[in-house]
């Protein structure tokens, strides 16, 4: 007995339809043909959603809440009329001339200077020059500076030795006094921004 017979032997032992008779072939070939031409629906898929998805679907609706949230909270007001803050503004004075000029150097400016910006002059009514700030190289961050001119400073302002409206300027302070001899003026005087690149 080769292993093949002793494996059929096996299974038609454990076979429960062993002792049925066979079917009819007649039979066999009508169930074969049912079989073949009868269409039957697919089983309808239930609605119901699994646990998982349920939880994920929550947690996306809470995130999204939660961004619209912040949104509402953090977006910009551009209603008419709303409140807008007022610029911050700086005063310094422009003394006079006060003694002859030392040549300007990049470590002095450092030292001395507690304030340093660039600006472009918006107004002057007087003797109040109106800076509009356009960078701060040392200071409190300011959105608009105004000099007092006291004196007569067109001979140690660097460029045309005066404030004019519209033209863009380096000034440096100390203690809310203007830096003259070379420390402020017009932004295209020679040599005067590679002082400020140095110092700041």
Known sequence: MTDDDDLRTRLHRADPAADV????????SRL??????????AP???TALRPTRLITLAAAAVVLIAALGTWFVLRPDNTPGAPVAAPTVTEITAPGIAAKCAEPTADRLTEAADLAFAGTVTTIDGRIVTLEVTNVFRGAPTDVVRVAQTGDISETMMGSGKF?????YLVASSEGSML???YSGEASSPGLAGLYDTAF
């Open 164 to 168: 004019e409206v519209g033209r863009d």
């Open 32 to 41: 074969l043909e049912k079989t073949m031409t009868t269409t039957t629906a």
């Open 44 to 46: 309808r898929r239930t």
């Open 21 to 28: 008779p066979p079917t009819a072939p007649d039979r066999v």
């Open 180 to 182: 003259t001899c070379g």
